[in-house]
């Protein structure tokens, strides 16, 4: 049997590197979100409204301070990634989105959006 040697270091623009990876799925996650967020805004709002009778407006101010909320609060993200890991944070992340996702069970809930946006 003839063993190969592995080497110590693999160059950054191989693409045997595991940094691109990581980069990969950084970008199907980074996607997914913007297309789910931020394009699917029109749908959202049109449903918002059809279901609870909100206006436009108050769906849009409920939106643009999410954004806001969450522009002040990615300052701290390395932090949060550097103290508990990347793989728990994705972990953690993915299982709130994925609870957020879930089907209500009681739609018949009449609240503010701002609120419910938090």
Do not use: N
């Not at 595991?18 to 913007?34: E, K, L, Q, T, Y």
């Amino acid at each position: 049997m003839k063993l190969t040697p592995v080497p110590l270091f693999v160059d950054e623009i191989s693409i045997r590197h595991s940094g691109w990876r990581v980069v990969a799925v950084c970008f199907v996650m980074a996607a997914f979100a913007w297309a789910l967020g931020f394009y699917g805004q029109a749908v959202y709002l049109a449903e918002l409204q059809k279901l609870h009778g909100w206006p436009a407006s108050t769906i849009t101010v409920a939106t643009t301070f999410f954004y806001l909320l969450s522009a002040a609060l990615v300052v701290f993200v390395g932090d949060v990634i550097r103290a508990l890991g990347p793989r728990p944070c994705l972990a953690i992340a993915s299982s709130a989105s994925a609870w957020h996702s879930r089907p209500s069970s009681a739609p018949s809930v009449r609240c503010s959006p701002v609120p419910c946006m938090i």
